[in-house]
């Protein structure tokens, strides 16, 4: 791997945005996320391979770190805005389809609940995997998540609840949406959530990170 790359997903992984960001302090003055992809594109690297090669394994470094408890909340905050920063520079590739998506997410945190810290962290992870995020933001009724699906009819759906007071509003979404889209594959998560409770109110699938909704949607990947 290019010198470029190594260094811009070590950058995502530890949170490096940008040369004026100070964290982390090891990297202080240092080039940062930012500065890296735009360089990695002025080298030639293809879009692509910055995505596959650095972005996303940096991303997926610290969403392991996570899952086994080794990261926490704000590291995985920060490593998302440096991913951010650089995905900025790709965004118009991804615009004229020079980046190969792997398929729709359509995401929104459930009717009632406005928790949109742990949504955003996983948009920002399935979108760096390499899916089109369609995020439709917080206090999301089932009928806006069905006129998302009228519109991207091969989507997969992620639901976001982080009160138990919502989680009933989850299943009245899960059984709108399945009313009308039988075989919707739903995917849902957050905190209060359980596997029990997943299978109960009929979702595909539970996700308690966003590294274990990366994993799941590599099975739909076109
Ligand atoms: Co509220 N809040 N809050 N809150 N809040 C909690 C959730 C609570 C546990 C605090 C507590 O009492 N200890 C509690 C819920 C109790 C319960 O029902 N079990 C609570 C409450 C009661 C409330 C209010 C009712 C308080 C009030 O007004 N009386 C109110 C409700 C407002 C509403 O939604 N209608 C309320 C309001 C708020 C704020 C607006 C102040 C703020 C939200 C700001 C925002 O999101 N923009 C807030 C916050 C910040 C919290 C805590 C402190 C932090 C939540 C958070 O962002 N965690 C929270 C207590 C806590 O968790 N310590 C609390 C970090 C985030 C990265 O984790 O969201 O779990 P999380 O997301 C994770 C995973 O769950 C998973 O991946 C994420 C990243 O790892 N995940 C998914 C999430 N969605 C996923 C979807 C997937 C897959 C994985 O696939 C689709």
Redesign the pocket.
């Known amino acids: 791997m290019s010198d470029t790359l190594e260094r811009l997903m070590n950058c995502v992984e530890l949170g490096k945005i940008s040369k004026t960001s100070l964290f982390p302090p090891s990297l202080k003055g240092q080039d940062g996320a930012d500065e890296l992809c735009k360089l990695a594109l002025d080298q030639g690297i293809n879009p692509q391979v910055i995505l596959n090669q650095a972005l996303i394994p940096g991303m997926s470094k610290i969403g392991e770190k996570?899952s086994q408890g080794k990261a926490f909340?704000p590291e995985?905050l920060i490593s998302a805005k440096a991913m951010t920063a650089a995905m900025k520079h790709l965004k118009p590739f991804f615009a004229t389809g020079e980046i190969k998506r792997n398929g729709v997410f359509v995401?929104g945190t459930v009717m009632?609940?406005?928790?949109?810290?742990?949504?955003n962290?996983?948009a920002m992870t399935i979108e760096g995997s390499g899916w089109e995020v369609i995020d439709l933001g917080v206090d999301v009724k089932a009928e806006k998540f069905i006129e998302a699906i009228d519109k991207y009819p091969n989507c997969i759906v992620?639901?976001?609840a982080?009160?138990?007071?919502t989680m009933v509003n989850m299943e009245i979404i899960v059984k709108e949406i399945k009313n009308k889209y039988p075989d919707k594959v739903i995917?849902?998560?957050?905190?209060?959530l359980s596997q029990d409770f997943c299978n109960k109110i009929g979702a595909s699938f539970y996700?308690?990170?966003?590294q274990g909704?990366v994993e799941f949607l590599k099975k739909f990947a076109a």
């Open positions: 996570f909340v995985m995401l009632g609940d406005l928790h949109d810290i742990g949504k962290i996983v992620g639901l976001s982080l009160l138990t007071t995917l849902v998560g957050g905190a209060p996700s308690p990170d966003p909704a």
